[in-house]
């Protein structure tokens, strides 16, 4: 679906969805929603002003320039219908493309080092992992099913650690997710470390990555 990682073994599954380099952001968020199932929403986008890249949200100090929900009701905005998707990235072909997370899928966020840490040794575990973003912001994003946000915190306490002492958060209902090929300002775009593909369809439960994860963000503090 979009540029992956490289180096990242778990990125290299048979059967992935063949690279579309030319392909728009409409032609993106239609894909999530056909092809993964996932809801979808155009967020803001960005916009060149005296030369700068800004977000249309028209804050200058935004702090996701073209990475956010551009409305207030955005949840109930998001669609799973790769119709309707269509005609809301043809209003504006440069929204950013966002992904609510507690409906199809739970996000477990970790810095960049943690995550590849524990991308390492997951592999070598040879689990088959969902997909995992990394952001421009330096953090990576495991996809896992939902509920991980009310098991994390006993998952974590579970392993020794108190859950406020590690960088290891869960993003579940009424929050989101900026999706490949996203940008944020001059930042850069949100990129995949590991691609969707057909063999990750199905998603880990968050019992399956809480230690690898953990440990990974304990050997990080």
Not at 97 to 109: M, S
């Amino acid at each position: 679906m979009e540029k992956t990682i490289p180096g990242t073994e778990a990125a290299q599954t048979a059967g992935q969805i063949p690279k579309q380099r030319g392909d728009s952001l409409l032609e993106t968020a239609v894909r999530y929603a056909e092809e993964r199932h996932w809801d979808v929403f155009p967020g803001t986008w960005l916009e060149a002003v005296d030369g700068t890249q800004r977000c249309s949200c028209g804050d200058a100090a935004c702090a996701a320039p073209g990475a956010h929900p551009a409305r207030e009701d955005w949840a109930a905005q998001a669609t799973g219908s790769a119709t309707v998707a269509r005609r809301m990235w043809q209003k504006q072909p440069a929204a950013s493309i966002l992904l609510p997370t507690g409906r199809a899928f739970d996000a477990l966020c970790v810095p960049e080092t943690a995550g590849f840490l524990a991308l390492a040794r997951l592999e070598r575990m040879e689990l088959t992992l969902g997909p995992v973003t990394l952001t421009p912001e330096r953090r990576m994003q495991f996809l896992v099913l939902p509920g991980a946000c009310a098991k994390l915190p006993g998952l974590v306490r579970k392993l020794g650690w108190s859950p406020g002492s590690l960088d290891l958060t869960a993003l579940g209902e009424g929050a989101y997710i900026a999706a490949p090929p996203t940008r944020y300002g001059s930042r850069g775009a949100v990129q995949w470390a590991c691609r969707p593909t057909p063999a990750n369809r199905w998603l880990p439960d968050v019992e399956e990555l809480a230690s690898a994860l953990a440990y990974a963000c304990g050997r990080d503090r």
